[in-house]
């Protein structure tokens, strides 16, 4: 069975920072693209950031500058470093991989195939 598993939330103050870890169960992660999501209450699930095969990266305007998407040297885990949080980064954010094609990285939630359970991120004073 393949499934992700994401480690990492917590509460922050506004200018802190978090790290998100996305592990991959049953799979080589390394072979996926890998994308990570926010869903905040009573909006639509977003696309932040993406990492393809290659280590081409994607950023939503909102986080650009702020959040580095990378793979660890440790096999089959990706993270999401997030730095200067906002109250408005409070969410839940998902990690979720799809097979690499070589062809770039997707911030669409349709195009992914394995999600994380989510990790909650809360910020405020």
């Known amino acids: 069975q393949l499934y992700l598993v994401e480690s990492g939330g917590g509460w922050v103050q506004p200018g802190g920072s978090l790290t998100l870890a996305c592990s991959g169960s049953?799979?080589?992660?390394?072979?996926?693209?890998i994308g990570w999501f926010r869903q905040a209450p009573g909006r639509e699930r977003e696309g932040i950031s993406c990492l393809d095969l290659h280590g081409n990266e994607d950023y939503a305007y909102s986080v650009k500058g702020r959040f580095t998407i990378y793979r660890g040297s440790a096999a089959n885990t990706g993270y999401l470093q997030m730095d200067s949080l906002q109250p408005e980064d409070t969410a839940i954010y998902y990690c979720?991989?799809?097979?690499?094609?070589?062809?770039?990285?997707?911030?669409?939630?349709?195009?992914?195939?394995?999600w994380g359970q989510g990790a909650q991120v809360t910020v405020s004073s």
């Open positions: 979720a991989a799809v097979r690499g094609r070589g062809t770039g990285c997707t911030r669409l939630v349709r195009d992914y195939h394995y």
């Open positions: 049953g799979f080589p992660l390394d072979d996926y693209d």
